[in-house]
């Protein structure tokens, strides 16, 4: 498996991520999140969980189940800790609690034992309040746009999260007022995953042809699940203004379900009205493992939209630039990290800029090649899942010996 | 393990090179500044170790290839203040020219009194994006390489990983007792020998352009000067 990214990444990398690993061999692992499928986080755990095997740490992945209360009680988490103002009724609370309590009994001899614990997002954060006596580091780890949250429901939050040894955040500005250290690193993709290998075009025009788009035309994508954070009403929107200046345009929205998301449901419909049967716009419900259909949409278009009003880093966003694909994205989270206003796509903040920017682009060709293959090689550089590892490690030592005053720790050598 | 402060020599006591590398990871500190007034009271009390991580230790994070400041202050002046003045001054100063991260935060401080005393609007200019302070920790490890003779660097230097280059090259600044890098510290323990060289990795600005970029232009200057002596 590493010599497989020594292709992509370079084998400098691989050799340092080695060198890294060498003093933490044998220690042990844990992820816990709430899913195995769907969504970003499942995705990168899929792929860190062996790779960290591989490289001789004892790497466990743990999931935490519920009810449909206690994933009505997690969306609503998800949402207010990205702005929206709305309370969580206490019965919701205890179940989030109860949940979490009887994960805690499940998972006891694995989590007691580990020497790291990373806790991702709010789902199971309630967990560590069961291990008063924990030997191991406890992280937790917020893949979520927490820059604005609806105090309240922070303020629930934040009593479980306290305790951890440290946390983790995407961007500066999602982190919180904690007394723990607070670490940032964004989050990264699988270049070698089906939904970002290189594909044949005959398998491109397979999947295009599947799903009824004419591979002659102009086309704009936007992948990610059906949440309001991700205004694929706005997108409707913004493609019916380009549309009157490039009237051949299509449009794919395409986004899978994942399990711990109750409202993709109520989402979907509200999309499906807005595209008013318009053939020119497919609105398409992917199975979660629709990762090569994902893949050749993106290849496919011309230019590939992200129009969040939310975002915690948008996955999307980078498996697009991989595919030297110019990305027009809200002006939000860490789609700003990633889209370079003018160089690898544009920042936007309405459906009107959102059109501008698509009728610009369609117009330049060059450009899309231009701005496509700087948007490549800057993930190459930064985002792909070899960097990520290698912070992880980073943050293991960190905690595992560092003060947070000192600026450098040497390991692996007598003093 | 063992930790490095401030200040402390690294140089090496003998003609082996050791090559290290090493990794960084980013740490909030909590604290943002939205104006300039803010940015200057913020600074006067931050952690020096954010100082280091945006004029240094920045350079080992994500950022796009055409980078037109050294500096992640100056960077912020420009665009989110919007004063090119000042935001010049910032990016004139070489972190490695100063005693210690006191006397560059000392600096900066006058240089931004200095501005607002030039265009006071600054007092109350709202920026378009706040500054977040960041601080970072750096993990170094021995690469288990050894150069026994300067020739071998021009051979190993274009196969060391960025995030060596940068630990030796620019980190170094800051460990070593001359703030120069750990190759030139390396040479001057050979005497005269190899003035050459010392003298065209003292041409190499490494504050322009990514770790990739600096790393061959590296491998070039030491072919040139080593096949210059052959």
């Known amino acids: 498996m590493l010599q497989d990214y020594e292709r992509v990444a370079g084998p400098d990398v691989i050799e340092q991520v080695r060198q890294l690993t060498r003093p933490l061999e044998g220690a042990k692992v844990v992820h816990v999140n709430s899913t195995r499928s769907g969504g970003g986080v499942a995705e990168i755990l899929r792929k860190l969980v062996p790779f960290m095997q591989e490289l001789g740490i004892d ?99 934040r009593r479980f999260v306290t305790p951890y040894d440290a946390s983790v955040f995407s961007l500066a500005a999602f982190a919180q007022e904690l007394p723990h250290r607070q670490y940032l690193i964004p989050p990264s993709i699988d270049p070698l995953a089906d939904k970002n290998v290189d594909l044949d075009r005959a398998i491109v025009d397979e999947v295009v042809g599947e799903y009824g788009i004419d591979p002659e035309r102009p086309l704009i994508v936007q992948i990610s699940r059906f949440d309001r954070f991700k205004d694929p009403v706005g997108v409707i929107r913004a493609f019916r203004l380009a549309r009157r200046f490039v009237p051949s345009l299509q449009l794919v929205l395409a986004g899978g379900g ?158 | 393990m063992r930790t490095e402060t401030e200040g402390a020599a690294t140089a090496p006591q003998t003609e082996v090179f050791r090559v290290k590398d090493c990794a960084l990871v980013a740490l909030a500190t909590g604290r943002k500044a939205r104006s300039l007034q803010e940015f200057r009271e913020v600074l006067r009390s931050i952690e020096a170790g954010s100082i280091y991580h945006h004029f240094w230790g920045g350079l080992l994070q994500p950022r796009f290839e055409e980078r037109e400041f050294n500096n992640d202050f100056a960077s912020w002046v420009r665009h989110g203040i919007h004063d090119a003045v000042l935001a010049e001054r910032l990016a004139a100063l070489h972190p490695a020219r100063f005693v210690d991260l006191e006397e560059l935060r000392t600096e900066i401080l006058d240089l931004v009194d200095d501005r607002i005393d030039e265009a006071d609007h600054l007092l109350w200019t709202r920026p378009t994006e706040q500054f977040e302070f960041i601080c970072s920790q750096i993990v170094v490890f021995d690469t288990e390489i050894r150069l026994r003779h300067p020739r071998e660097l021009a051979e190993h230097v274009s196969r060391m990983s960025t995030s060596s280059i940068f630990y030796h090259f620019i980190d170094a600044r800051r460990r070593t007792p001359d703030h120069q890098d750990d190759f030139s510290d390396w040479l001057q323990a050979w005497g005269d020998e190899h003035r050459a060289l010392l003298e065209a990795l003292a041409g190499v600005d490494p504050y322009f352009g990514s770790l990739a970029e600096l790393r061959s232009e590296l491998a070039t200057v030491c072919e040139a000067v080593h096949e210059g002596e052959d």
């Open chain 1, 258 to 415: 994942a399990s711990d998301d109750p409202e993709g449901e109520i989402v979907l419909s509200e999309v499906t009205a807005a595209a008013e049967q318009d053939p020119s716009i497919h609105v398409l419900l992917l199975p979660a493992d629709a990762n090569r259909e994902v893949n050749a949409l993106q290849r496919a278009s011309d230019i590939v939209l992200q129009k969040s009003v939310r975002e915690g880093f948008g996955l999307t966003v980078t498996e697009a630039m991989w595919k030297s694909r110019p990305v027009i994205g809200g002006d939000v989270g860490g789609i700003r990290l990633q889209v370079k206003n003018h160089h690898t796509g544009f920042l936007v903040n309405t459906p009107e800029g959102a059109a501008l920017r698509i009728r610009y682009l369609l117009h330049q060709p060059d450009r899309i090649e231009e701005m496509g293959a700087k948007a490549k090689e800057f993930v190459r550089e930064n985002f792909l899942i070899t960097r990520h590892l290698r912070e992880y490690l980073t943050l293991m030592h960190s905690l595992d010996h560092g003060r947070h005053e000192e600026m450098r720790l040497v390991v692996g050598e007598e003093a």
């Open chain 1, 59 to 157: 790497t466990h992945w743990e999931v935490i189940t519920g009810d449909s209360d206690f994933f009505e009680c997690t969306k609503g988490m998800h949402n207010t800790l990205q702005g929206n103002r709305m309370p969580i009724a206490e019965n919701l609370l205890r179940v989030y609690e109860e949940t979490n309590a009887r994960t805690a009994e499940q998972l006891r001899p694995v989590l007691e034992d580990a020497d790291f614990v990373f806790v991702h997002d709010p789902q199971p954060a309630a967990l560590l309040e069961h291990f008063p006596d924990h030997k191991g580091k406890w992280v937790w780890r917020c893949h979520i746009d927490a820059s604005h949250p609806y105090r309240p429901v922070w303020k629930y939050l």
